[in-house]
């Protein structure tokens, strides 16, 4: 005991895996952070559409581009209404500054099964900061409220003016 290597703390008083309060969500708590195990496949995604201001996530504060798995890339692309999304499908935003272009926070679902969160269109929704921690996920309400407004299956369309 105590010679290993140091051990990120398991719990963290204060976090917690609940959704948080609804205006932003959880900062990282530096221990208890976990990284998105998906963070070394989104090199490998495909860039859907180009660079837009997003509107939806901290008032314009970010430029941000939008990456697709195989299985999401067709129903992303031609979004209609009744589009609808595969279970395995994900779609990735990932935020810049608009100056520095420095990689700002991740924003990500995930089509879970069937039941997982009607809600929020059976989504998983995970929130990373730049380098992948996860900041929070799962069935996130916060989330859920705005992209039920969405066009199709909870999801928004790529902006118009994406260059
Ligand atoms: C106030 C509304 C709003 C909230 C809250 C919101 N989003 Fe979005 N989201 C949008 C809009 C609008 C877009 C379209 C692109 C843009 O403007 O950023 C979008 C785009 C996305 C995309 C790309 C797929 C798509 O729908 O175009 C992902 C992934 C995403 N959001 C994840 C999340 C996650 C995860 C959360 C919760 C932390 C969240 N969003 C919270 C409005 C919102």
Redesign the pocket.
């Known amino acids: 005991m105590g010679c290993g290597p140091r051990e990120p703390a398991l719990v963290n008083p204060g976090m917690s895996w609940v959704s948080p309060a609804p205006e932003r969500?959880t900062p990282r708590a530096t221990d208890a952070a976990a990284k998105w195990e998906t963070m070394g496949e989104i090199a490998g995604l495909r860039r859907a559409g180009g660079v837009?201001?997003?509107?939806?996530?901290f008032a314009g504060r970010w430029k941000?581009e939008?990456r697709v798995n195989a299985s999401a890339e067709a129903p992303?692309a031609t979004?209609v209404a009744s589009s609808r999304f595969p279970g395995g499908a994900l779609?990735?935003?990932m935020h810049r500054d608009p100056g520095s272009g420095s990689p700002g926070p991740i924003?990500?679902?995930l089509k879970r099964d069937a039941g997982f969160f009607p809600e929020g269109g059976d989504w998983e929704?995970?929130?990373t900061d730049s380098e992948g921690w996860i900041e929070?996920r799962g069935a996130?309400p916060?989330?859920?409220?705005?992209?039920a407004?969405?066009k199709a299956d909870?999801?928004?369309?790529?902006?118009k003016d994406a260059k």
Request: hydrophobic share 55%; charged share 10%; with cysteine.
């Open positions: 969500p837009f201001v997003s509107r939806g996530h941000a939008a992303y979004l779609v990735v935003q924003f990500a679902m929704y995970v929130v929070d996130l916060f989330c859920a409220r705005c992209h407004e969405a909870w999801v928004f369309p790529l902006p």
